[in-house]
C-alpha cells in the first residue's frame, strides 16, 4: 500500500509530528511505501528516527508563515507521489 502523510511542518518537535514519524515508520517496516511530506521547512528541525525506512520530503524551502501554499503543494505533488490526488478541502 502507498502511503502518505502530509503536514504543514513535518519535522518542529511536536505531537502531531511525533505521531505522524512513528505511524510512518511502523507502516514502513511492515512493507508499506510511505512518504512523509512538510508543506514548509522547520526552522528547527527535530530528528524522530534515527534510521528512517519511509521517505521524507519538504515542498517549501522558507519556515511557515514566510511562503507557502495548497496550491504549491499540488504543483509539485507529482514529482512526489505520482499517481497521488491532493484534495485539501
Given at each position: 500500500m502507498n502511503v502518505v502523510f502530509a503536514c504543514l511542518d513535518a519535522d518542529t518537535l511536536g505531537g502531531i509530528q511525533r505521531v505522524t514519524h512513528t505511524l510512518?515508520?511502523?507502516?514502513?517496516?511492515?512493507?508499506?511505501?510511505?512518504?512523509?511530506?512538510?508543506?514548509?521547512?522547520?526552522?528547527?528541525?527535530?530528528?524522530?528516527?534515527?534510521?528512517?525506512?519511509?521517505?521524507r520530503h519538504v515542498i517549501g524551502r522558507a519556515p511557515a508563515g514566510r511562503?507557502?501554499?495548497?496550491?504549491?503543494?499540488?504543483?509539485?505533488?507529482?514529482?512526489?507521489?505520482?499517481?497521488v490526488q491532493l484534495d485539501a478541502a
Open positions: 510512518a515508520q511502523g507502516l514502513a517496516e511492515r512493507g508499506h511505501a510511505v512518504r512523509v511530506v512538510g508543506l514548509h521547512r522547520s526552522a528547527a528541525p527535530f530528528r524522530y528516527v534515527a534510521e528512517p525506512r519511509y521517505r511562503a507557502g501554499s495548497v496550491g504549491q503543494l499540488r504543483g509539485r505533488q507529482g514529482a512526489i507521489c505520482p499517481g
